[in-house]
């Protein structure tokens, strides 16, 4: 478990002193897929760096499975970021080296013989589905690809806590896609923790089990992402969830109750699960929002709907949208 508690983060600027981070607490449980997003500034790159103190924070604790982080020594230190690994937006592949010798990279400094490193690197190559580009140098692969090797490389030293900094932001929504689903499969079959930094809602929407918001240095919203998205209550949490104007998008029908819905995954059909629900259980309902795509045959994103308050129509529509496989429905109760 990791356990932040009251961190902040300063740097003395020629502007001043700026306030990076002011305040942090959270929680992330073994195993969990763990969002922490905010627009650009916000203060998400300073505090995953902070996490594995590549930063030293101002004030404030990082307790990884109950040991203070920041108070270890500096080689106890090292030992502990082996089990903490990172991947960003710009992969950071050493581009003289072929991607085998990149992934063998990190078992060199910890001392594997050669044999060893690259038999463990080309099983890593397995795992992110490239052991084809072994001998392949970075520049020849495209950006996904490049990802996969720097996935592979970060889970060389058997790492327990796997960092995302922003590492889809520089790809297409398709390959997006099937990096997270990579990143999936491999918290569920290795049980690593996975911290996902991002600024974008479809990613944490996607794969992510919870969720902090991050606004300033502060943070404003935190919990499970169907909750947190369902009903945000910060500014901060309706700028990402409703881009175009939560108040306006709330508004609405007064005899309207507004129910959003999070497709995660959800299997298209030939007809549309909302016209569906209209023809077969008679439930009209207005579409106040939506922001969806599709990937393939599944759907990701979100959507709110406002349904009629009268004849048990909103109870019918969040059991027939509950029937639905990966979609999160929840009632907007408070007019946020």
Request: glycine share 8%; with cysteine.
């Amino acid at each position: 478990m990791i356990e932040i508690k009251n961190l902040s983060k300063s740097f003395n600027t020629s502007d001043g002193k700026v306030e990076a981070l002011r305040d942090v607490s959270l929680t992330i449980p073994d195993g969990d897929i763990f969002g922490i997003i905010g627009m650009s500034g916000a203060g998400k790159s300073t505090l995953v760096r902070c996490i594995n103190m590549l930063e030293r924070p101002t004030s404030g604790t990082v307790a990884i499975d109950g040991r203070n982080i920041g108070s270890l020594p500096e080689a106890e230190l090292r030992k502990v970021r082996r089990n903490i690994t990172m991947i960003f937006q710009g992969f950071n592949l050493l581009m003289q080296r072929t991607c085998l010798k990149n992934v063998c990279f990190p078992l060199e400094l910890a001392g594997i013989k050669k044999a060893d490193a690259e038999k463990k690197a080309m099983e890593l190559l397995e795992t992110v589905g490239l052991p084809d580009k072994a001998n392949s140098y970075p520049a020849q692969l495209s950006g996904g690809q490049q990802q996969r090797i720097a996935i592979a490389r970060a889970l060389a030293t058997n790492p327990n806590v796997l960092l995302c900094d922003e590492a889809t932001s520089a790809l297409d929504p398709k390959t997006t896609h099937s990096i997270l689903e990579l990143i999936r499969s491999i918290n569920q079959k290795l049980g690593i923790t996975v911290i996902i930094i991002t600024h974008q809602m479809s990613v944490v929407e996607e794969i992510c089990n919870h969720v902090a918001i991050l606004d300033k240095g502060k943070v404003v919203e935190q919990g499970e992402v169907g909750s947190i998205f369902s009903c945000p209550k910060s500014e901060a949490a309706k700028r990402l969830v409703f881009p175009d104007g939560a108040d306006d998008v709330l508004a609405g029908n007064p005899d309207e109750c507004p129910i959003r819905i999070v497709f995660n995954g959800a299997h298209t059909t030939k007809t549309p699960i909302i016209a569906q629900m209209a023809i077969e259980h008679n439930i009209a309902a207005n579409i106040l929002y939506a922001s969806t795509r599709s990937i393939g045959d599944k759907v990701y994103g979100n959507m709110l709907l406002g349904i009629p308050e009268k004849d048990d129509q909103v109870q019918r529509a969040v059991k027939y949208l509950n029937g639905i496989n990966n979609l999160i429905v929840e009632e907007v109760k408070e007019n946020v």
